[in-house]
């Protein structure tokens, strides 16, 4: 590969590691986007975190952007958090019985999000949609689906589907495994083109059940909603008698304490969560309006059901973090900080001559290697993803921690303070100016 891993940092640990894994473990990782690549090179192997920071099996020390992919909005082993999980621990695991902290973390999430009028535990983001699609189809009684490209709502069969070209395409299996017969009821538009929503919806009036979608979009790169695209959408499936349905499991409780949802003023009739709820736990939820929610079983005949859901250590370290969260309101301070990064990175491309563009709403962010606007997938991917690549490993060299990959959104923590932010800013200033080489 075209990455040097030469240098002061030392992988032999991480390494061994990972000749271990691969042995035993398909690419030696659990989750596809840990192993590099997108990025080329090997993974550090994580052998403890605290606050903003991570460090590798070798002893590196990298500032974290990635956070668990989004969960930990508090940093690494935040006391409260940790003290939560231990003290739940001591009182056992898993019941399989009802517990007072199911109840709690689900009144607080619809503090939080008040259109979550009924809430329903789950273990993962995944689990969260496949269910909440599930409900969708049950409820209205159709089989279609819409969802946009670029946009990931975990690994469930119905999502993994790509657009072809053209506007209204039948979507195409994205995966191996996946039916094609299943794909085909998963219809695709590019984000942001409403147009493309309405024919869509014209083609198949009264038989899609529910539009899925990113409301601000992580897992393309950062891509903000344009100005009314949300309001379209929610005009567009209430009139057709379609449900819609917000994918905030990475926006909940990130680009505003209500997720998108409060920020553009858009009542979804669902919403799915993950990443923050849990505090760093694997923990998901659905919900929604109440009428919808109570065709779930076993008040109604849509079938959903977990032997760890509701888990008494997740719920513990979700109270934990979301009621930090409420008591101490730190998003002013972490959207601050966080433009501040952002305008940072951006004005080191311009310094040094690079096509750069990005953005971020409350404490989620991205940039890419291209020149902006980029509105839609297509255009993400016209980034410049071979210098992404130099950036990335020439920041992990300088230890700072950047999603690995060229279209990831970014996060922050409240434990990133000014100082971190400053210094991040400056490293990377070195590994662009080294990318370009
Ligand atoms: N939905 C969105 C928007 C996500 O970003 C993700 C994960 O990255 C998921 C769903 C799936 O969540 P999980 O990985 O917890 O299954």
Redesign the pocket.
Known sequence: TDINNAGPRQTAASSELFRRACEITPGGVN?PVRAFRGVGGEPFFVSRAQGSRLWDADGNEYIDYVLS??PMILGHAHPAVVQAVTDAAQRGTSYGAPTESEVQLAELVRDFVPSMQRVRFVN??????MSAVRLARGFTGRDMILKFEG?????GDSFLVKAGSGVATLGLPNSPGVPAELSKLTLTAPYNDLEAVEEIFRAHAGKIACVIL?PVV??AGFLPPDDGFLHGLRRITEADGSLLIF?????GFRVAPGGAQERFGIVPDLT?L??VIGGGL?V?AYGGRADIMDHIAPVGPVYQAGTLSGNPLAMAAGLAQLRILRDENPYPELERRTRRLVAGLLANGAELGVPMSGGSYGSMWGVFLAAGPVRTFADASGSDVAMFRRFFHGALQRGVFFAPSAFEAGFLSTAHTDQDIDETISRARDALRDALA
């Open positions: 989750s992919w989004g993962s983001g995944t689990e969260a949609t946009n990931y709502h975990g690994h990113e992580g897992n994918d905030e499991v990475m926006t799915t993950g990443k694997p998901g």
